[in-house]
């Protein structure tokens, strides 16, 4: 009892010292808001906007969580077939290394001059370009290092490498998935969030931040920071407790 | 005559980048039911090799593998196997590791006779209590009596064990061979046993093999005649010395470091 309390009580005092500091800071500065807004700046702009919060808010959540889904059926496909195949493995890396190396950044115009107008489609196509990458390293380096006595002690049985992959790799490969699904989720928003900003007339937070800096409404730019990172903290803590459930056996026990 | 394990002039070589390495070359063995085969040789000469043989997982290049009067060509479920590493399941109980190969073998026994088979056999090792812990929750020792668990759930008629007791210390190994007497005594199998400890092979095998350096060949085979479960005594007397000093000699031509002659004394 007194652990669950603590476990919101420690970070939610934390939170509050990091606000006042933040308060403090502007305040002892002096900074105008148009410098940089202060937490109290903030509450008037989600009361002023809040409808608009909510329907931006859902566009981003929603695109990013279909990226990151599209990333995870490509990326453990991508993950199974170079986890199983040597040659795969040899030929696929340097493509995908050499892929995920070119800076997203250059690749959201592109993908906005190639699919103009089809905003959705290209916000779920970056998340899920920036995202699946750490997924089929993991699922990959998961599979390939499975030690040979795993599989004999079934493959001996006469069970098929379909039964040797559902009880035995996919489970022992499922840490090291969440591991990178923790990183992936993270990415896919940072990708949601570029498209949403680069692309004229899209929606989103990060169109939302867009207008708040075409009508230099500071105030509101903060409040959208805030709201994307509260964002981020849903999702990734979303996978934390997926993790818990489908892969809480690989959490050290304590002492 | 028919044996339960034959292994017919199996030879075999591995691909290896410089070219076609030769692991077995001439390798004869016969278990019958019920027998017990120590098999010793030099560190890589082919000892895990053998064993992926007769359970299927490999063929041999020439020669042939009869188990039950059948040639081995493919894995088959009446085999059971454990290795030096238990290779347990860290998501799964101790209980819920061992009915592993009833969910894979065609009519294992499933629901609550599978359950109860599985603690009956834990509670032959003696691990009774430990049936809803993870494997990490266990010592060495337990991991390998419960890897020993699995590898009899389904009744095998061969259980292959590749030097499962080779990382144990000494008295926790000593126990371990006591439990297969005593599991031996419950539940029949026969058994092929790799280990390169000699007096592990006369305490447990009926039979113990060595093979030469590499490529393997079958260099000698004692037969050990055991009426009564042995007790670790027995390891101390005149005859069990004498049984040692052979295999050791023959463990030192096999690794070329002794002319090929046989001590004075004969077994
Ligand atoms: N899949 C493989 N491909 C190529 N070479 C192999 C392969 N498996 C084993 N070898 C080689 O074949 C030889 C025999 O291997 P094996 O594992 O059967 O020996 P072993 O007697 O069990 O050794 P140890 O005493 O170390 O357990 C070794 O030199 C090994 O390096
Ligand atoms: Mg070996």
Request: hydrophobic share 50%; proline share 6%; aromatic share 8%.
């Amino acid at each position: 009892m007194t652990g669950t309390l603590r476990k919101i009580a420690v970070p939610a005092l934390a939170m509050l010292i990091f606000l006042a500091l933040w308060e403090a800071l502007v305040w002892i500065n002096g900074w105008p808001n148009y410098k940089m807004a202060s937490p109290s700046d903030l509450w008037p702009a989600y009361v002023r906007y809040w409808e608009l919060f909510l329907v931006m808010g859902w566009q981003t959540l929603w695109r990013t969580v279909l990226g990151l889904l599209l990333a995870i059926v490509v990326g453990v496909g991508i993950g199974m077939v170079m986890g199983f195949s040597r040659t795969m493995r040899d030929a696929l890396y340097p493509l995908l290394v050499g892929f995920n190396a070119i800076p997203k950044a250059t690749v959201v115009p592109i993908v906005a001059l190639m699919f103009v107008g089809a905003h959705d489609f290209n916000t779920v196509l970056i998340a899920f370009m920036i995202s699946f990458f750490p997924i089929a390293v993991s699922v990959s380096i998961g599979l390939s290092t499975l030690e040979p006595e795993y599989r004999d002690i079934l493959r001996a049985l006469g069970a098929s490498q379909a039964t040797i992959f559902w009880k035995i790799a996919l489970p022992k490969t499922l840490p090291e998935f969440f591991g990178a699904l923790k990183v992936a989720v993270t990415l896919a928003f940072i990708g949601t969030n570029l498209m949403e900003i680069v692309s004229p007339h899209g929606r989103g937070l990060g169109a939302l931040f867009d207008s708040g800096k075409t009508n230099s409404d500071y105030p509101l730019m903060f409040a959208v920071l805030i709201a994307l990172a509260a964002l981020g903290i849903l999702l990734y803590y979303i996978v934390v407790a997926l993790e818990r459930v489908f892969a809480g056996w690989a959490e050290r026990q304590p002492g | 005559m028919t044996h339960l394990i034959d292994i017919k002039g199996v030879r075999h070589a591995y691909d290896t980048a410089s070219g076609p390495l030769p692991v077995l070359d001439g390798l004869e063995l016969s278990v019958d039911e019920g027998g017990f085969c120590a098999v010793v040789g030099p560190s890589g000469c082919g000892k895990s090799t053998l064993t992926r043989l007769v359970a299927g997982l490999m063929r041999p290049d020439h020669g042939e593998v009869w188990l039950h009067g059948q040639q081995v060509k493919s894995p088959r479920a009446t085999v059971g196997m454990a290795f030096q590493n238990p290779v347990l399941l860290e998501w799964r109980t101790i209980l819920k590791n061992v009915m592993l190969p009833l969910e894979i073998v065609p009519g294992g026994l499933r629901g609550k006779a599978a359950e109860e088979r599985a603690r009956y056999l834990l509670a032959l090792v003696g691990l009774d209590g430990f049936e809803e812990k993870r494997p990490s929750e266990l010592s060495g020792g337990m991991r390998q009596r419960a890897s020993l668990c699995r590898a009899l759930v389904h009744k095998p008629d061969v259980l292959i064990l590749d030097e499962p007791f080779g990382a144990l210390d000494a008295f926790t190994r000593e126990d371990l061979w006591q439990t297969m007497h005593e599991v031996k005594a419950q539940e029949p199998f026969t058994a092929i046993l790799i280990t390169h400890d000699l007096r592990e092979a006369i305490f447990l095998g009926d039979q113990v093999v060595v093979l030469s350096g590499r490529p393997a060949r079958t260099q000698h085979v004692m037969t050990i005649a055991r009426q009564t479960a042995p007790s670790l005594d027995d390891l101390y007397t005149p005859e069990a010395a004498e049984r040692l000093n052979i295999l050791r000699h023959e463990i030192e031509i096999a690794q070329g470091r002794a002319p090929q002659t046989a001590p004075e004394a004969t077994a």
